[in-house]
């Protein structure tokens, strides 16, 4: 991602419009912008300052201010506005009695504004239809408690049907603990077993994770606390007709000290090209109030448990505080095909616009043949016959975000390596020809791949003339990135192009492994060897017969290929060991077996090749 720094945009709102009969609006720390929204479709933006005050009978009256809260709902432009003030009501001049602090949210032809100050804090939800200008209020004063806030945060979705609109409010100040509530034919509403004071609904987004059409939600509590204050984001699936099941985990960021994750959650499109939607979580004032960002990727299930990316508000060049109070995602500000994010950094005065990259998604295979004949010598090496594999690696792209900075293809960087899982203290069983005089088991190589294609390199792979081990797969593992490419600038952009990467799955690894094993030639049921020692028979020796004693050993394989087969022989104490006659061709080595330092016998590994089946060894 990249940085820019915008200046703010000053937004054409009326200041002194008139606001009622009864109203004379003081606009002063209004704190305008405190929330913002933009409707996908059109850009229509909604920005309030829940502080706005309605002065009027302060100044005829000497009565408090009344706090209502003021949204403007303005044009794509940001020069036209109107003002929207649901709080104010015309006869009402005691702050707590009615309606107040509205801030908002935009959905489709809704406008759905919050009031926690509504009925001394029990709060309410206001939904503002854009098309008919009838604003309706939710009110219940029999189920949400006196000083619950409700309506601190908004967010509309489709619950009950894809094609229904439901809205739901948080009321993080529920009974201590908050809760969250979704306004559909009825009322109903959720909380986990929440801990005192999370503040549990602080932050309410409705998105749809799994793409099924309904929306599913994200809840935050930015005040949880383990030590103190770290922030916790829980998670709802829609099981259909808004019967929202809770996920087994909960999102916590890093779980830092003083974090606040969860102060905001917004979706932000689907920024990896996968079809499902990605959203951002911001932890404003963790490492010291710099602040940071996590990406959590949208999953068939549901939300990856673990953030796929942090951004902090330390790295990003600039002496950023608070980075991440505030996150607005789903709008493609450089065309790149991709959805853009924009973050807050309350502290210094500074809002950040992060581009997202296009993204190459890629398929990597390696083909390996079924098995590979260790007697039969397809190849040539150095002029000789040689065992050989072939080994395919490919790589299929789906590559549309390159067109947008004119790649032709991608560029795949490989590593390919071979065995990598033989016995531990044996060699490699293969090597590729890498025209050094090492034989290395690893090669590497690169390709290009262009969209809807696949694109193949064979390389050979060569089999030592010495292997002992027949019976363990052989394993090939590839590992693969994405190569520099070099972006061409369009003129007629305004924004110079970014590198493409690669994309990042569920189960995302760059590096993946396929087998194949030696052909069996088998003729016992198991593939079981059946090995016998057999010796000429002897049955005594005569003391004084003579110095050497002659031990004639056979071992021999009635069954299927053995594999490292090892012959243990055991002696009396005042017997010494003097040597093992043609060993050298036969493939044996012994050495002596001991124990508490006195020789006991020998421990002879036969064969430096496989053992064939019916094969005989004589020592
Ligand atoms: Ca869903
Ligand atoms: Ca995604
Ligand atoms: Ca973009």
């Given at each position: 991602?990249?940085?820019?720094?915008?200046?703010?945009?000053?937004?054409?709102?009326?200041?002194?419009?008139?606001?009622?009969?009864?109203?004379?609006?003081?606009?002063?720390?209004?704190?305008?912008?405190?929330?913002?929204?933009?409707r996908?479709?059109?850009?229509?933006?909604?920005?309030?300052?829940?502080?706005?005050?309605?002065?009027?009978?302060?100044k005829?009256?000497?009565?408090?201010?009344?706090?209502?809260?003021?949204?403007?709902k303005?044009?794509?432009?940001?020069?036209?506005?109107?003002?929207?003030?649901?709080?104010?009501?015309d006869?009402?001049?005691?702050?707590?009695?009615?309606?107040?602090?509205?801030?908002?949210?935009i959905?489709?032809?809704?406008?759905?504004?919050?009031a926690?100050?509504t009925?001394?804090?029990?709060?309410?939800?206001?939904?503002?239809?854009?098309?008919?200008?009838i604003?309706?209020?939710?009110?219940?004063?029999?189920?949400?408690?006196?000083?619950?806030?409700?309506?601190?945060?908004?967010?509309?979705?489709?619950?009950?049907?894809?094609?229904?609109?439901e809205?739901?409010?948080?009321?993080?100040?529920?009974?201590?603990?908050?809760?969250?509530?979704?306004?559909?034919?009825?009322?109903?509403?959720?909380?986990?077993f929440?801990?005192l004071?999370?503040?549990?609904?602080?932050?309410?987004?409705?998105?749809?994770l799994?793409?099924?059409?309904?929306?599913?939600l994200?809840?935050?509590?930015?005040?949880?606390?383990?030590?103190?204050?770290?922030?916790?984001?829980?998670?709802?699936?829609?099981?259909?007709?808004a019967?929202?099941?809770?996920?087994?985990?909960?999102?916590?960021?890093?779980?830092?000290?003083?974090?606040?994750?969860?102060?905001?959650?917004?979706?932000?499109?689907?920024?990896?090209?996968d079809?499902?939607?990605?959203?951002?979580?911001?932890?404003?004032?963790?490492?010291?109030?710099?602040?940071?960002?996590?990406?959590?990727?949208?999953?068939?299930?549901?939300?990856?448990?673990y953030?796929?990316?942090?951004?902090?508000?330390?790295?990003l060049?600039?002496?950023?505080?608070?980075?991440g109070?505030?996150?607005?995602?789903?709008i493609?500000?450089?065309?790149?095909?991709?959805?853009?994010?924009?973050v807050g950094?309350?502290?210094?005065?500074?809002?950040?616009?992060?581009?997202?990259?296009?993204?190459v998604?890629v398929?990597?295979?390696?083909?390996?043949?079924?098995?590979?004949?260790?007697?039969?010598?397809?190849?040539?090496?150095n002029?000789?016959?040689?065992?050989?594999?072939?080994?395919?690696?490919?790589?299929?792209g789906?590559l549309?975000g390159?067109?947008?900075?004119?790649?032709?293809?991608?560029?795949?960087?490989?590593n390919?390596?071979?065995?990598?899982?033989?016995?531990?203290?044996?060699?490699?069983?293969?090597?590729?020809?890498?025209?050094?005089?090492?034989?290395?088991?690893?090669?590497a190589?690169?390709?290009?791949?262009?969209?809807?294609?696949?694109?193949?390199?064979?390389?050979?792979?060569?089999?030592?003339?010495?292997?002992?081990?027949?019976?363990?797969?052989?394993?090939?593992?590839?590992?693969?990135?994405?190569?520099?490419?070099?972006?061409?600038?369009?003129?007629?952009?305004s924004?110079p192009?970014?590198?493409?990467?690669?994309?990042?799955?569920?189960?995302?690894?760059?590096?993946?492994?396929?087998?194949?094993?030696?052909?069996?030639?088998?003729?016992?049921a198991?593939?079981?060897?059946?090995?016998?020692?057999?010796?000429?028979?002897?049955?005594?020796?005569?003391?004084?017969?003579?110095?050497?004693?002659?031990?004639?050993?056979?071992?021999?394989?009635?069954?299927?290929?053995?594999?490292?087969?090892?012959?243990?022989?055991r002696?009396?104490?005042?017997?010494?060991?003097?040597?093992?006659?043609?060993?050298e061709?036969?493939?044996?080595?012994?050495?002596?077996?001991?124990?508490?330092?006195r020789?006991?016998?020998?421990?002879?590994?036969?064969?430096?090749?496989?053992?064939?089946?019916?094969?005989?060894?004589?020592?």
């Open positions: 991602m990249l940085l820019l720094l915008f200046n703010f945009l000053h937004v054409g709102v009326m200041l002194d419009m008139p606001c009622g009969r009864h109203c004379s609006a003081e606009v002063e720390n209004q704190w305008l912008g405190v929330s913002l929204s933009r996908q479709q059109d850009g229509l933006v909604l920005a309030c300052g829940h502080r706005w005050k309605n002065v009027y009978f302060t005829k009256e000497d009565l408090n201010k009344l706090p209502h809260g003021v949204c403007y303005l044009e794509s432009d940001l020069n036209q506005s109107s003002p929207l003030i649901p709080c104010y009501r006869h009402e001049n005691k702050f707590g009695n009615d309606f107040a602090s509205c801030q908002a949210g959905s489709n032809d809704l406008i759905v504004m919050g926690p100050g009925l001394y804090w029990t709060g309410s939800v206001f939904v503002h239809n854009i098309s008919s200008q604003t309706s209020a939710y009110l219940d004063d029999n189920v949400v408690l006196y000083g619950s806030y409700l309506g601190y945060s908004v967010s509309a979705g489709h619950f009950l049907h894809p094609n229904s609109t809205v739901v409010g948080g009321a993080p100040q529920y009974g201590q603990t908050g809760r969250v509530r979704v306004n559909t034919i009825c009322f109903f509403s959720f909380a986990p929440s801990q004071g999370s503040y549990f609904g602080g932050t309410v987004c409705a998105v749809d799994n793409t099924d059409g309904l929306s599913d994200l809840v935050g509590a930015p005040m949880f606390s383990t030590v103190r204050e770290e922030g916790r984001v829980y998670i709802y699936m829609n099981q259909g007709q019967n929202m099941k809770e996920m087994e985990f909960t999102l916590a960021g890093r779980d830092s000290y003083a974090a606040r994750f969860g102060e905001s959650i917004t979706s932000l499109g689907d920024i990896d090209d079809g499902y939607p990605d959203v951002a979580v911001g932890a404003p004032q963790e490492d010291d109030l710099h602040g940071a960002i996590y990406i959590y990727n949208g999953r068939k299930t549901g939300l990856g448990q953030f796929s990316q942090r951004i902090a508000g330390s790295a060049g600039s002496a950023f505080k608070m980075f109070q505030s996150v607005s995602g789903g493609d500000v450089d065309g790149n095909g991709y959805p853009d994010v924009a950094a309350f502290l210094s005065d500074s809002a950040v616009v992060l581009r997202t990259r296009a993204v998604v398929e990597a295979m390696i083909l390996l043949p079924p098995s590979v004949n260790r007697t039969h010598a397809l190849c040539t090496e002029g000789q016959p040689a065992i050989c594999l072939k080994t395919s690696v490919c790589f299929h789906a549309k390159l067109s947008h900075i004119c790649v032709p293809h991608a560029e795949i960087l490989y390919l390596t071979a065995d990598v899982k033989h016995i531990e203290g044996l060699q490699s069983r293969f090597f590729f020809n890498t025209n050094g005089t090492e034989l290395s088991n690893a090669t190589g690169s390709i290009k791949t262009r969209h809807g294609h696949m694109t193949c390199v064979t390389h050979l792979a060569f089999l030592r003339r010495d292997i002992r081990d027949i019976f363990t797969p052989i394993h090939f593992e590839l590992q693969y990135e994405l190569g520099e490419h070099n972006v061409v600038r369009d003129n007629s952009k924004f192009p970014l590198r493409p990467m690669l994309q990042r799955g569920e189960e995302y690894s760059n590096l993946l492994t396929n087998k194949t094993v030696f052909t069996r030639y088998c003729a016992w198991n593939c079981s060897t059946n090995l016998q020692v057999t010796h000429r028979d002897m049955p005594y020796v005569a003391l004084g017969e003579g110095k050497t004693i002659l031990l004639n050993v056979t071992l021999s394989n009635a069954g299927d290929a053995a594999f490292l087969p090892m012959l243990h022989l002696y009396p104490s005042n017997l010494y060991f003097i040597k093992v006659l043609d060993a061709e036969k493939y044996v080595s012994c050495k002596i077996a001991e124990e508490e330092k020789s006991v016998g020998l421990d002879c590994s036969v064969g430096n090749l496989f053992f064939n089946t019916l094969a005989k060894v004589y020592t």
